[in-house]
């Protein structure tokens, strides 16, 4: 058995980056995923980039048996866990779905994991967990707050049980990492992000409207504390954001415990600039319109990634240009997503890397 690294929910939009970036730097990759929100033709795809191919393994991170049996067939020397359910929305209708999922999905995986030694893990958490009156730039050091969603409770939650694991046990080696908003694509125009239906983000919801599948962008109020009224993020490109994955993975092997660190460029942009700079990139004009402000948002929000500059030795290269150029060049050569390809097309379940 070789080596390699667990990647849960490696089929779904951060998780298909983070495993062609992963075999890209020579590691073995096992994918399990249920595909829930995703299409193993990512994968196919992953694999056409690489030139080599993730094992995939279709099963659900909440099933104990399916774990053991993922742990005792490969020799995992860590994990890092994206699998989850991300739809803030949809977490406030199906709490429990999103508790159980997410939550959980995790103690299940860490038993798993405890069980077979391995100790090492990386997670996807998100600047949600940051209270509501962060000062920002936000710092790790910065007070968790009150999610005002389920989803967002659900990581503060899976937080809390990963900090008390670390505690108990000397041989954990934790990451979490606080996303603050990935967009974006593979430079290839292969891999991209793939919404279900409406997308709930900006910029897909942009991209949507640019190449004419949604009529036109509400703009969440422009009546904000911010320079132009309408609200600030940090947006990170996602081939930013999953190199900041491979550090942590290499800065844990010498740092045991739990260590935090921030995902972001340091950067805000407001909706407005967010809109210009895809008008620009991609050539094609958005329209837009000024609607009330969405329930539970805030006015801004943004990283200070010193931490993991200091400590992972990594920071974001790349600008908006390049984000929206790229999220352009997928939205474009992809119109419907992966789903016009008939999924398992390309990729055998359980293929041999
Ligand atoms: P995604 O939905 O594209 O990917 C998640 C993947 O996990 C999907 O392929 C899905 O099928 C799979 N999955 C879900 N539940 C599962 C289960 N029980 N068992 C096995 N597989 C399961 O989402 P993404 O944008 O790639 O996000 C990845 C992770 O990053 C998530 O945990 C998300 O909460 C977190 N995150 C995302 C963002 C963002 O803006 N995209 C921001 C902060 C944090
Ligand atoms: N936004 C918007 N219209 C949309 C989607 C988002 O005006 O259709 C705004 C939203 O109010 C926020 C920013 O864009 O100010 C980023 O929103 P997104 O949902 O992408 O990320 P998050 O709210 O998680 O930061």
Request: proline share 5%; hydrophobic share 40%; net charge negative.
């Amino acid at each position: 058995m070789n080596s390699c690294v667990l990647v849960t929910g490696g089929a779904g939009y951060i998780g298909s980056h983070a495993t062609l970036a992963l075999l890209q730097a020579g590691h073995d990759v096992v994918v399990i995923d249920n595909l829930c929100n995703s299409s193993q033709e990512s994968l196919a795809r992953v694999s056409k980039i690489a030139g080599r191919t993730p094992k995939f393994l279709e099963g659900d991170i909440r099933e104990s048996d399916f774990l053991r049996h993922v742990f005792s067939t490969h020799r995992i020397e860590a994990v890092v866990h994206f699998a989850g359910l991300k739809a803030v929305n949809d977490s406030l209708r199906q709490p429990l779905l999103y508790y159980h999922n997410n939550v959980n999905g995790t103690l299940q995986l860490c038993e798993a994991m405890s069980e077979a030694a391995v100790f090492r893990l990386v997670f996807s958490s998100s600047a949600t967990v940051y209270g509501e009156g962060a000062q920002v730039p936000i710092r790790e050091a910065s007070p968790t707050g009150v999610p005002t969603n389920p989803y967002g409770r659900s990581k503060l939650m899976v937080e809390e049980l990963l900090r008390d694991l670390a505690q108990s046990d000397a041989r954990w080696r934790i990451a979490i990492l606080r996303y603050f908003n990935p967009v974006g694509a593979h430079p290839s125009g292969l891999i991209g992000e793939d919404p279900n239906g409406i997308p709930n983000n900006l910029l897909p919801y942009i991209s949507q409207v640019a190449i004419g599948k949604l009529k036109q962008l509400q703009i969440f109020g422009d009546d904000y504390p911010t320079p132009d009224g309408t609200g600030v993020r940090d947006y990170i490109h996602v081939q930013d954001l999953v190199n900041g994955h491979l550090k942590a993975l290499a800065v844990i092997d010498r740092k045991p415990g739990l260590n935090v660190w921030n995902l972001g460029t340091g950067r805000g942009y407001s909706v407005l600039q967010m809109i210009r700079a895809f008008e620009e990139a991609s050539g094609r004009s958005v329209s837009w319109q000024i609607a009330p402000r969405r329930g539970g948002d805030i006015a801004e929000c943004w990283a200070d990634p010193a931490k993991a500059s200091a400590e992972l030795g990594w920071e974001a290269q790349l600008g908006l240009s390049e984000m929206m150029a790229d999220a352009w060049r997928w939205q474009s050569k992809n119109p419907r997503g992966y789903s016009s390809v008939s999924h398992g097309q390309h990729l055998a379940n359980d293929a041999d890397s």
